[in-house]
Nanobody
Framework: QVPLVESGGGLVQAGGSLRLSCAASERTFIGYHMGWFRQAPGKEREFVAAINWSRTSTDYGDSVKGRFTISRDNAKNTFYLQMNSLKPEDTAVYYC?????????????????WGQGTQVTVSS
């Protein structure tokens, strides 16, 4: 069973919105904190957002604060990234991932499981 599967990417005009979803198996969801990263061509994978298991804490990268919202539905083993006011510089492959330690949420090297990625392209 694939640990994490993203969906919802696509092409959108600047100023538009998209919602990404990440479906997880129970073993990669229960007790895990979940994060979103993105990687543009020629750039390192960048932290976007994270949410803890109990949904009491969230964290965002500076470039997306106020525009993106992370959420999770523990009953469905699924979490989401709502992206509003999209900009061309948001264009990237977006990855969902799972991590055990909340203190490591911004460190991509500490994540245990990754999805395959979904392309988001924002046209100007």
């Amino acid at each position: 069973q694939v640990p994490l599967v993203e969906s919802g990417g696509g092409l959108v005009q600047a100023g538009g919105s998209l919602r990404l979803s990440c479906a997880a198996s129970e073993r990669t969801f229960i007790g895990y904190h979940m994060g979103w990263f993105r990687q543009a061509p020629g750039k390192e994978r960048e932290f976007v957002a994270a949410i803890n298991w109990s949904r009491t804490s969230t964290d965002y990268g500076d470039s997306v604060k106020g525009r993106f919202t992370i959420s999770r539905d523990n009953a469905k083993n699924t979490f989401y990234l709502q992206m509003n006011s999209l900009k061309p510089e948001d264009t990237a492959v977006y990855y969902c991932a799972a991590v055990r330690s909340w203190s490591s949420r911004q460190d991509r090297k500490k994540y245990d499981y990754w999805g395959q990625g979904t392309q988001v392209t924002v046209s100007s």
